[in-house]
């Protein structure tokens, strides 16, 4: 994949930031970045211009001429079933780095071998390996078949070529079935047969763009005319959402089956494969102002709504919780399915409630200070503790039960904003000072990254599916790299001349895309 690939519905600007960043001084073989893979022992690969890097998260160990690598140009990255580290080396075709095997003295680590005579056969796309351990290599001469003799030795059978030069965006897996998704052709792989399907209406688009899929074998692809979703059933759907020039967009969830759920200050969107309808007060919504839309592990959908208390879709109907009495009805940021399934409602400034009997309860403790104003900063961690983010600090309560009266200080004494914990099970929180913590309830927080006094404050840092680390400030979005965080810029055209993106909300969907929420756009 080329170096310039972005994600699925955005151009991505890097700038170069005066922040820490790791570079060759700290063992990078070179700057010059092609592909990041995690390996099955959560180790970091780095293909770039000059050979490979491993990061173990302290230091790099570089494998380059020395260690058999002809060409340091490095893109696509695939681990074997027996541990290999497989990868494309610009032209030279397909290299394998032994990690799992012994190597006797003289005997590179590395080995490359060729794919064919063409280099069109030897610039490989992509690399997939089928459940029986067998690797599968899209490259611009077609589609090869990896077949491995007993001395350790490669040879490659070619199951597809194309009438023109073959271009792959992505994979998309489902079961055994792999997909290798192209603009012109995609080529399906199970059971060792191969089959053609074809690309979505348009040409390839002018600049690369990299297709991220789903669990379920959905993924985006952008062409010319446009953003069309390739289903499990390997047919395509164009991708769009129908708003309205007075929908201000606030909040957006994807459901179990891969709706998309619009949420905006004129009701909720639902946008499914057969069209899109609108959910306001004539539907039943209490408000039509909606800052927060989750789907429980249920599949049903919960409604925050502003100053209406809380809502849900368990089906075609909708039913509304407010507090019991003479309890104003709060104003809903955030909802949280707790692991007992218990639904955790955290509101602007009336503290916390829990869904019991069809209403609204109050956390007792949660209406005073520091809990009353949790607003959206509110987590439960994988073992089932609660995290608490206030204007004061942030807060640990041991699970699972939501007993304020435990609740103890930890970390960052300031405002913190939302709490979120990578899949290594690390707790991450931004503070009012721009600086970025992460630790554990017992090994306590320490200092990840200081943003520049000058840059706009930070409000929170999350995850993808993936582990990579997104950074929401006032007024941008950044992708944080193991080199330096990235300002990540919509399209030209988007929004106008000069005006900031002001990022609101972030989520990746089930087809792997993600969607930005910004104030402007």
Not at 60 to 78: D, H, M, N, S, V
Not at 98 to 119: A, D, K, M
Not at 145 to 157: M, P, Y
Not at 344 to 359: C, I, K, Q
Request: overall charge negative.
């Amino acid at each position: 994949m080329p170096a310039s690939a972005v994600a699925v519905a955005l151009l991505l600007a890097p700038q170069e930031l005066p922040i820490r960043s790791w570079s060759v001084a700290e063992g990078l073989p070179h700057e010059h970045v092609t592909s990041i893979f995690q390996d099955s022992n959560g180790a970091l690969w780095i293909g770039t211009w000059e050979g490979l890097a491993r990061f173990d998260g302290n230091s790099f160990t570089t494998y380059g001429p020395e260690q058999g690598l002809p060409i340091g140009l490095t893109f696509a990255l695939a681990e074997s079933p027996s541990g290999e580290l497989w990868f494309s080396s610009n032209t030279a075709g397909i290299g394998r780095l032994r990690l799992t095997t012994p190597v006797h003295p003289g005997e590179p680590r590395v080995c490359i071998s060729r794919l064919g005579e063409s280099p069109a056969s030897n610039a490989v796309d992509e690399i997939a390996f089928d459940p029986h351990g067998h690797a599968w290599i899209a490259t611009e001469a077609g589609l090869f078949l990896a077949h491995e003799g007993r001395d350790g030795s490669l040879e490659f059978e070619r199951r597809w070529a194309p009438s023109l030069v073959w271009s792959v965006s992505g994979i998309a897996r489902s079961g055994a079935r792999i997909a290798f998704l192209g603009t012109d052709d995609c080529l399906i792989v199970e059971e060792d047969e191969v089959r053609v399907v074809p690309g979505p209406p348009g040409g390839p688009p002018r600049n690369d763009v990299d297709a991220a899929a789903s669990a379920d074998g959905r993924a985006i692809l952008a062409t010319q005319a446009g953003l069309f979703l390739f289903q499990p059933d390997e047919t395509w759907l164009p991708f769009d959402a129908p708003l309205e020039p007075e929908d201000i967009v606030t909040s957006t969830a994807v459901g179990p089956d891969g709706t998309a759920w619009i949420g905006t200050t004129r009701g909720v969107l639902e946008i499914g494969p057969q069209g899109s309808w609108r959910i306001d007060r004539r539907s039943g919504l209490p408000s039509e102002n909606v800052p927060v839309l989750r789907f429980d592990r249920g599949g049903t959908l919960w409604i925050g709504t502003k100053n209406r208390g809380l809502a849900c879709l368990p089906d075609e109907s909708i039913e509304t919780f407010v507090p019991r009495g003479d309890h104003e009805a709060p104003f809903i940021l955030q909802v949280v399915e707790a692991r007992d399934g218990t639904i955790v409602a955290s509101s602007d400034h009336d503290g916390l409630f829990v869904v019991e009997s069809r209403a609204l309860e109050s956390v007792p403790g949660s209406e005073v200070e520091p809990f009353r104003r949790i607003q959206g900063r509110l987590a439960q961690d994988q073992s089932g503790d609660w995290w608490l983010g206030t204007y004061g600090g942030l807060f640990h309560v041991p699970g699972p039960e939501l007993d304020l009266r435990r609740a103890q200080p930890i970390g960052p004494r300031e405002a913190v904003g939302p709490v979120h914990q990578d899949p290594r099970g690390e707790l991450w929180v931004c503070t009012e000072g721009s600086s970025i913590h992460a630790g554990t309830s017992t090994e306590g927080f320490g200092t990840a990254l200081t943003w520049r006094a000058s840059e706009d404050q930070v409000r929170e840092v999350t995850f993808d599916a993936s582990g990579e680390r997104w950074v929401l400030t006032w007024d941008k979005l950044w992708r944080w790299t193991e080199d330096a965080p990235e300002e990540i810029r919509p399209a030209e055209g988007i929004l106008p001349s000069g005006e900031p993106l002001r990022p609101r909300s972030f989520l990746e969907d089930r087809c792997g895309g993600l969607r930005i929420v910004g104030r402007s756009a």
